[in-house]
Structure formats: C-alpha cells, structure tokens
C-alpha cells in the first residue's frame, strides 16, 4: 500500500523560501502523477502544482514562476520549491498520488497528513 509523509513546513517572514518534501514507501513514485495542494482555515483545497511520471508538469495560476515542482526518483521523493512566500500562502500543504489527468481539480486517491506552511511579518 502506498504511503505518502509531507516535511519541510515551518514558519516564514514574507519573501522567504522553503522546500517541501514528500517522501513514498510501499511504491515507487514513478508509477503515479503527485500533486501538491493547500487548504487555509475556511477555504476549499486548491491545487498548486502536480507532476506526471514521465515528468510533465502543471502550475496553478495563482504560483506565478514561485514554486517549483521536481523529483528525485532515486529517494523516491517529490519536492515543492516555494520561493517569495506571501501571507496569502499560509496553509496546510498536502501532497497526493493518481492520475496526472486532471490533478489539479483533485483526482488524486492517496494522501499525506500534510505540512504546515505560515507565512507573517
């Protein structure tokens, strides 16, 4: 059964960075698409970004050339590069593995607990 831990969450002034990580066991992450979301206090969960096994890639609007989605099929893990943070991006950030067609709108079936990202002057 594949099982999915987010690390690499913490606490960030505006314009900072951070890499989130989202490490697999029970599979190998090139057998999926994974796909970042978040979800704030009171808001829906949105997708971020979501990468394929052959490597394509997707992006949100709302990232705007800030985040970075790669992977590392040799630690069997995919990063989320988060770069000029805003407040804006506080919030629970999950990963998840499916289907890469349609990621973005939530299609993925297996999930992490998630890792929390606060964003504050």
């Known amino acids: 059964q594949l099982q999915l831990v987010e690390s690499g969450g913490g606490s960030v002034q505006p314009g900072g960075s951070l890499r989130l990580s989202c490490a697999a066991s029970g599979g190998t992450l090139d057998h999926y698409g994974i796909g970042w979301f978040r979800q704030a206090p009171g808001k829906e969960r949105e997708g971020v970004s979501c990468?394929?096994?052959?490597?394509?890639?997707a992006y949100a609007d709302f990232v705007k050339g800030r985040f970075t989605i790669s992977r590392d099929n040799a630690k069997n893990t995919v990063y989320l590069q988060l770069k000029s943070l805003k407040p804006e991006d506080t919030a629970i950030y999950y990963c998840?593995?499916?289907?890469?067609?349609?990621?973005?709108?939530?299609?993925?079936?297996?999930w992490g607990q998630g890792t929390l990202v606060t964003v504050s002057s």
């Open positions: 998840g593995a499916g289907g890469f067609a349609h990621c973005l709108r939530g299609s993925l079936e297996v």
């Open positions: 990468i394929s096994g052959g490597g394509s890639t």
